[in-house]
């Protein structure tokens, strides 16, 4: 007969009722209902059972060391126990880091095809069409061209004339080894009048013509609106003046 049937027995044969088993021992009816049934995995607390076992017995007032010996392989250890509790640690770890991954993986999965869906969606519609970078940047230098432009008209009398159309400021840079300038407009502007090497001007938007005098033409590259002006249409040495009829859009 296993353990708890015979402690059963013995409370039985002496007359003692599960309540006055309660009040003598302290256990809780139900406590003492698992040990009599012998299921002590059921306990609150299993590392405690050869303690309960004990007490029981001490109640009943019989040996509880005889009782222990003899079904010592009944009673579970606290290191089984430990043990057992350890190992099932671990396994509800491992069930979780199981479950973890699969979640993982399905999102990645139900990622992976959605993209695939975009994808298709995309090459059908041309959603995703490769836009060039520089597209921007010779949108905006065609503007520049229709903005602004430069023309030579004619060199008479060592004076060149060049017709300016723009709807921008007008900036007149000199570039060189330094020669004596003298820069005016027809507003009685005078923005130079002196040795000049490198040097931007910028002038006024009243004015609707600008007049240059350049000492010695050899020295120095003029540039309108960084539009660098053609030295083979004027003479390159000498002094050389330049005439600027502005038309503003």
């Not at 836009?131 to 065609?142: G, M």
Request: aromatic content about 8%; charged content about 35%.
């Amino acid at each position: 007969m296993r353990l708890g049937p015979y402690l059963r027995n013995i409370r039985e044969q002496k007359g003692i009722t599960l309540r006055e088993m309660e009040e003598r021992s302290l256990i809780r009816r139900d406590i003492i209902q698992i040990i009599e049934s012998g299921r002590f995995e059921e306990l609150p607390d299993n590392s405690h059972t050869k303690h309960l076992v004990r007490t029981y017995c001490d109640a009943l007032q019989i040996d509880s060391d005889e009782i222990i010996n003899r079904y010592g392989d009944e009673i579970p250890s606290k290191e089984k126990v430990y043990k057992e509790r350890k190992e099932n640690k671990v396994n509800k770890d491992l069930q979780y880091l199981k479950k973890t991954i699969y979640a993982f993986l399905t999102i990645v999965a139900i990622l992976f095809i959605i993209w695939l869906v975009l994808l298709q969606i995309g090459s059908q519609g041309d959603y995703f069409r490769e836009s060039k970078i520089y597209d921007q940047v010779e949108t905006d230098t065609s503007h520049n061209e229709e903005t602004f432009s430069i023309k030579l008209n004619k060199v008479e009398d060592k004076t060149a004339h060049y017709d300016v159309k723009t709807a921008d400021d007008i900036k007149i840079t000199l570039k060189g080894d330094g020669t004596l300038v003298n820069i005016t407009d027809d507003e009685d502007h005078t923005y130079a009048n002196e040795a000049v090497e490198d040097d931007t001007f910028l002038i006024d938007n009243d004015a609707s013509q600008v007049f240059v005098a350049i000492e010695d033409n050899s020295k120095l590259s003029v540039f309108v609106n960084d539009v660098k002006l053609e030295e083979d249409e004027v003479q390159k040495e000498g002094t050389l003046f330049y005439q600027f009829n502005i038309e503003r859009d």
